[in-house]
C-alpha cells in the first residue's frame, strides 16, 4: 500500500494498480467507456483523463488516462480541475456527434451541461464509439471474430471483410461489454442471431430454459476440457442439483453416525 492524494485527500491505495480504480474506490465519478475490468485498458475514449503532479515536480502536471497510468508513492491526482472538465466536454460532443442516438453518450454529455454537439453531426453516425472493447474481449477469449475493418470515416467492427464472422461462437461477450448496447442480439425459440450470423441454443434437461449456444458449449469443451454433461443442464437446475445431492450425503452421514 502506498499513499497518493486525490483531489486533495490522502488515501492508500495498492503501487501498480491503475489510478482510475483507485479513484473509483473513493467514490469519485470519472467518466470512462471503454474500460472494462475484464480486459485489459486500451485508453481508447480519452475520458478519464486526470492530472498528476508530485511534490518534486517543482509545480509541473502531467494529464494522464487514469486507465492506464499506475499507482505510485506520492502522486497528487486532480479529477476535476477545469481543464479536465473542458477536455471531457470536447470529447463528449466528438462522440456526441459520432453518436448522436446514442442514449448513453447522451446521458454522459447532459452530466457535462452539454445537450448539443458543436461538431457538425455525422449523418449516418452509429452507436460505435470504436473503443475496440468488443474486439479485445474476443480476442481475450482466443475467438478473433471481429476486428476493425476498413480506414478512416468507413471504419467499423465487423467479422472479416464485413462478412458475418465466421469465428463467431455466439458467447454474446462482445454485446455484454459494448458500453453503448450498440451490438444488438437475439434469442429466439432456440436460435441466437449476432453478427447476421444464427447459433443453436441448447437447452437444460430438466427445466427446458435455453442456456448457451451449440458453439460456444463445443468451444469450451475443448478448450476447457469441460465434459459434454456440464452443459446439460442451467445454472438454476445445476443449485438445485448439487443441493440434492449434498442433502443426500448430509443423511447418509447421520444414518452412519446413528
Ligand atoms: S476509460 Fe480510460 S481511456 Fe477510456
Request: charged letters at 25%; aromatic letters at 6%.
Amino acid at each position: 500500500m502506498v499513499t497518493i492524494t486525490i483531489n486533495g485527500k490522502a488515501v492508500q491505495a495498492n503501487e501498480g494498480e491503475m489510478l482510475l480504480a483507485a479513484i473509483r474506490r473513493q467514490g469519485i465519478d470519472t467518466p470512462a467507456l471503454c474500460h472494462h475490468d475484464a480486459i485489459e485498458p486500451c485508453g481508447s475514449c480519452r475520458l478519464c483523463m486526470v492530472e498528476i503532479t508530485k511534490k518534486e515536480w517543482e509545480g509541473w502536471t502531467r494529464s494522464v488516462t487514469s486507465c492506464l497510468y499506475p499507482v505510485e508513492p506520492g502522486l497528487i491526482v486532480s479529477t476535476h480541475t477545469p481543464q479536465l472538465l473542458e477536455l471531457r466536454k470536447t470529447i463528449l460532443e466528438l462522440y456526441l456527434a459520432r453518436s448522436s442516438q446514442s442514449e448513453v453518450i447522451q446521458k454522459m454529455a447532459e452530466d457535462y451541461g452539454i445537450t448539443h454537439s458543436s461538431f457538425p453531426v455525422i449523418p449516418d453516425g452509429d452507436d460505435c464509439i470504436m473503443c475496440y472493447a468488443c474486439t479485445r474481449i474476443c480476442e481475450e477469449l482466443g475467438c478473433f471474430a471481429i476486428s476493425a475493418v476498413d480506414r478512416g470515416h468507413d471504419k467499423k467492427v465487423s467479422g472479416p471483410l464485413r462478412q458475418p464472422p465466421p469465428d463467431c461462437i455466439g458467447c454474446l461477450s462482445c454485446a455484454h461489454i459494448c458500453p453503448t448496447g450498440f451490438i444488438k442480439w437475439q434469442d429466439l425459440d432456440s436460435t441466437r442471431t449476432i453478427w447476421e450470423r444464427q447459433f443453436e441454443l441448447l437447452s437444460c434437461r430438466t427445466c427446458g430454459k435455453r442456456t448457451i449456444t451449440r458453439d460456444f458449449a463445443e468451444y469450451l469443451m475443448k478448450k476447457r476440457n469441460l465434459p459434454a454433461a456440464y452443459f446439460e443442464l442451467c445454472d438454476d437446475c445445476k443449485r438445485t442439483e448439487t443441493a440434492k445431492t449434498m442433502g443426500k450425503i448430509v443423511v447418509a452421514a447421520q444414518e452412519v453416525l446413528k
